[in-house]
């Protein structure tokens, strides 16, 4: 292929959420339209969650200490990865190897045995903390691999996964290391639940982006990781390459705590510094998966933006099917972007029913071809954060 921009390969897809516990049971779920809702009681109420069953995590992830969970999901997932990219923990140790890992949650508000002992007036004693101290996601993919490269942990809202992601694609391309581990992990817990219930922007049945009658987003959980590797070094080995990533855009809103910015300049600002990277027009993408949260304001700029930058192009929220993760959502769809690359489709937005009158974009209705080559991830977090990453189907 010809290359455009500072293409990085593409060699390995992690992933598990509510969809799936693998890349592949993922997929099937995906095209099946088949949602996995699953409820948690909160005082009174019942509310719906993207959840992962205990079939689809780790081993020891129902034990042990709470605050270690997310970084094992973020382990999972980098195995599964490593093992499409068909590398060994020899080859691993023979080459500079970095890990940067998206998060929101992290470890940083899920010890809830330790406060639950706390505020009971009792002394929880110093392993919880030293527990919490070792519960880095990235620090725990660097330590299950012995990896010795750079390692960095992204916790920019919901945009952590996508820009720790562009992130690992800078030091690959720059040579800072060979191969990358790269993406985002995060888990549900019940501070982060009641938290999102006091901002009033959850819904009460299972989420509806960009639907009329959208009334907020569900939470999720899980881990998307990629393995981003030089040119040099899948020669070297002959690996397969899954997809290129070719374009990288991040940009900053500047306007609130937790809106978007109503225009969508912030947005259009990470687009085209993505589209420039990648040396691509607009005209180029042939497919978008959106952020869709199915938050009024959230869709609402997308559903502006996208028909605006992108007449045509068909584009859908995957949030149906795998709740709000969080900051493993851009990680966990870059999976899912290279994915309908690699199938030459893309599912249908699960749970829109309605057009909004408030802007012209329609997400597709039902499972659609995607007979181009270019696809196109975006991330639109609290604080104005957004992401944008582009992809090329391996071959195409």
């Not at 970095?98 to 002394?123: D, K, L, P, W």
């Not at 969508?264 to 027009?281: D, F, H, N, P, V």
Request: net charge negative; proline share 6%.
């Amino acid at each position: 292929m010809t290359r455009t921009g500072r293409a990085v390969p593409v060699t390995g897809l992690g992933c598990l959420s509510a969809a799936g516990g693998t890349v592949s049971e993922m997929t099937e779920t995906l095209f099946s339209g088949r949602r996995r809702v699953a409820w948690r009681v909160v005082g009174e109420d019942r509310y719906p969650v993207f959840e992962l069953d205990s079939g689809s995590v780790p081993v020891g992830y129902f034990e042990g200490p709470e605050c270690r969970r997310c970084g094992l999901l973020a382990v999972a997932a980098a195995e599964e990865a490593l093992a499409e990219a068909a590398l060994t923990g020899e080859q691993l140790q023979d080459r500079r190897v970095g890990v940067c890992m998206g998060t929101t949650v992290g470890s940083a508000m899920n010890n809830e045995a330790f406060y639950r002992e706390f505020r009971a007036g009792r002394m929880p004693g110093v392993e919880p903390i030293r527990q919490y101290l070792r519960a880095n996601p990235a620090a725990m993919v660097a330590e299950a691999f012995g990896l010795t490269g750079p390692c960095q942990t992204v916790t920019n809202a919901c945009s952590s996964g996508s820009v720790a992601i562009g992130h690992a694609a800078a030091w690959v391309s720059s040579g800072i290391c060979e191969i990358a581990i790269a993406g985002g992990s995060d888990m549900l817990c019940n501070v982060i639940h009641a938290g999102f219930l006091s901002l009033l922007i959850t819904d009460s049945d299972p989420c509806r982006p960009f639907d009329r009658d959208r009334r907020g987003l569900n939470l999720g959980e899980g881990a998307g990781v990629v393995v981003l590797e030089s040119e040099q070094s899948v020669r070297r080995r002959g690996a397969s390459i899954q997809a290129w990533l070719c374009g990288y855009g991040n940009s900053s809103d500047a306007y609130h705590i937790s809106a978007p910015e109503p225009t969508g300049q912030g947005l259009k600002r990470a687009l085209i510094q993505a589209l420039s990277e990648a040396r691509l027009k607009a005209d180029d993408i042939d497919f978008i998966n959106a952020h869709g949260t199915g938050t009024p304001e959230n869709d609402r700029v997308e559903g502006r933006v996208f028909p605006e930058m992108f007449p045509g192009v068909p584009f859908s929220s995957t949030k149906g099917f795998t709740g709000h993760a969080l900051g493993a959502a851009g990680g966990i769809e870059a999976v899912i972007t290279v994915l309908c690359l690699r199938e030459r489709r893309m599912p249908a937005n699960v749970g829109f029913e309605h057009a909004d009158p408030e802007f012209p974009g329609r997400p597709v209705r039902e499972n659609t071809p995607v007979p181009g080559s270019y696809g196109l991830s975006d991330s639109v977090a609290f604080g104005g954060n957004n992401a944008v990453l582009i992809f090329k189907g391996a071959g195409q």
